[in-house]
Nanobody
Framework: QVQLVESGGGLVQPGGSLRLSCAAS????????MGWYRQAPGKQRELVAN???????NYTDSVKGRFTASRDNAKNTVYLQMNSLKPEDTAVHYC????WGYGASRPRDYWGQGTQVTVSS
């Protein structure tokens, strides 16, 4: 009933930029937080950045100053602008949203399908 659709991954050289987008659709009453996680081969999934409904944004230390998360509440969409990309940013990036459905007693976690970001020369 709720879908997260991602776009914008790909292959980029070190120092390059990419912009990820994620749109939520379906039976959505409200969204608490939207953000991005990533998982590199052999590693655990980690938070990259998220935006809470009040506007506060959190970043993992390794991307501070390089990545910028933004959110369009009218479109239920979250973006991740990634600049100065490094090979260690290579991972599958997943959109996440904590969503209240109509009549729900608590918000639920929803995940996108994942988009590959590869940083390589």
């Amino acid at each position: 009933q709720v879908q997260l659709v991602e776009s914008g991954g790909g292959l980029v050289q070190p120092g390059g930029s990419l912009r990820l987008s994620c749109a939520a659709s379906g039976m959505i009453f409200s969204i608490n937080a939207m953000g991005w996680y990533r998982q590199a081969p052999g590693k655990q999934r980690e938070l990259v950045a998220n935006i809470i409904s009040g506007g506060s944004t959190n970043y993992t230390d390794s991307v501070k100053g390089r990545f910028t998360a933004s959110r369009d509440n009218a479109k239920n969409t979250v973006y991740l602008q990634m600049n100065s990309l490094k090979p260690e940013d290579t991972a599958v990036h997943y959109c996440n949203a904590k969503i209240w459905g109509y009549g729900a007693s608590r918000p639920r976690d929803y995940w996108g399908q994942g988009t590959q970001v590869t940083v390589s020369s």
